[in-house]
């Protein structure tokens, strides 16, 4: 089946510095990838949709200049956040869609990657 | 608008028991669903989906999940639960263009197996 992988796993950063978090759908290409945020015990909560070649489309309440999101290539896409903080702590997760080959129909997850700011 | 309520946000069942998790949905479009799977630490897992069609689906690891629109639910069943099916459940739906448009999950369902 299709694999999305999303590097780091887990990440420590102290508070104010900017951490990068990839998503690649390996051996497919993905024309739409999701960034969502988890928090303990709780409910995805998609904070944006990116198309590769176009700016991500943020949800509502989302800060575009903290949550910066890249999706350069059909197999890459990138979330950055900047000066985080500790209330950014969270679990993290990608999916991607739309992937010739496979059912373009679901979204895939990747792993998940869990952000602690001290 | 599209919403999901999962009722029960634990359920506890013994090894060998039916599982039944229950999800309701609203939506203003014919809804596509979806049960997914989440493990400790770990992404999601798709188990099964209703698009169009046959109303029972059947998925993965032995569950099916029945699309009743009369009473727009979508509950996930499993006839024998096993102890390897101790995990989060999560419902989702999403609209017509459900492999490119954002998915909005329910709350989860955390289901724990009994020896």
């Known amino acids: 089946g299709a694999v999305v992988s999303q590097h780091p796993s887990w990440v420590i950063c102290k508070s104010g510095t900017s951490v990068k978090i990839e998503c690649r759908s390996l051996?497919?290409?993905?024309?739409?990838m999701f960034w969502y945020r988890q928090f303990p015990k709780q409910s995805l909560m998609l904070m944006a949709t990116?198309?590769?070649?176009?700016?991500?489309?943020?949800e509502q309440g989302v800060e575009k200049d903290k949550f910066l999101i890249n999706h350069a290539s059909l197999t890459l896409s990138t979330l950055t956040v900047t000066s985080a903080h500790p209330e950014d702590s969270s679990f993290y997760i990608c999916s991607a869609s739309g992937l010739r080959g496979f059912d373009k129909n679901i979204q895939y997850f990747g792993a998940g990657t869990r952000l602690s700011v001290l | 608008a599209q919403s999901v309520t999962q009722l029960g946000s634990h359920v506890s069942v013994s090894e060998g028991a039916l599982v039944l998790l229950r999800c309701n949905y609203s939506?203003?479009?014919?809804?596509?669903l979806f049960w997914y799977v989440q493990y400790p630490n770990q992404g999601l897992q798709l188990l099964l989906k209703y698009t169009t069609g046959a109303t029972l689906v059947k998925g993965i690891n032995g569950f099916e999940a029945e699309f009743k629109k009369s009473e727009t639910s979508f509950h996930l069943t499993k006839p024998s639960a096993h102890m390897s099916d101790a995990a989060e459940y999560f419902c989702a739906v999403s609209g017509p263009n459900f492999g490119n448009e954002k998915l909005t999950f329910g709350t989860g369902t955390r289901l724990t197996i009994i020896p």
């Open positions: 051996d497919f290409q993905a024309t739409t």
């Open positions: 990116s198309n590769e070649g176009s700016k991500a489309t943020y």
């Open positions: 939506s203003s479009v014919p809804p596509y």
